[in-house]
């Protein structure tokens, strides 16, 4: 099956907005489709890269370092799979290195390129997780993500200011209280 058009997914958007009840030729719809389309290509710009490869470039000179290294309130912004509605939060990822580090940013942008595709927030929790413990083989991965969902928020149970928080812990950060307890005070998760 061939991958749909930037006219084929104006045209979805034209019809959405019929279905609504709108007239999509009025002046200030006009231009919707093309924008509705523009945008989904960035919002959902995580099918176009392969996350993992973000932690490929590692450095082993880390004069010793031995201890947790924890990026936290990294801005998380997904989309629902079942209503495909906004999900947004921050996401709080760690690792304890075994010989190596990455630098920071690749751990936002691991977040990020899982981020922008549809999914359930369970599922993006671990996918993150999963990665930095495949690719970097560190001692231990922890990965918590505290999101609000629109589906719950805008419609449905209609519950605003109630969010959604996700864990996935690995290695020594999953069975070792000492260092689950650190890693989950040093995201306040506890």
Known sequence: MAKPTQADAEAAVRLLIEWAGEDPNREGLRDTPARVARSYH?????????????????????????????LKNIRVVSFCEHHMLPVIGRAHVGYLPSNR??????????????????????????????????????????????????CMTLRGVNTPGTSLTTSKLLGVIRDDPRTREEFLGLTRCI
């Open 42 to 70: 960035e919002l959902f710009s995580g099918y176009a890269v392969d996350p993992r490869d973000y932690l490929k470039r590692t450095f082993e000179e880390v004069g010793g370092y031995d201890e947790l290294v924890v």
């Open 101 to 150: 580090v990455v630098g920071i940013s690749k751990l936002a942008r691991v977040v990020h390129g899982f981020a922008r595709r549809l999914q359930i927030q369970e599922k993006l929790t671990a996918e993150i997780a999963t990665a930095i413990q495949d690719i970097l083989e560190p001692q231990g991965v922890g990965v918590v993500i505290e999101a609000e969902h629109n």
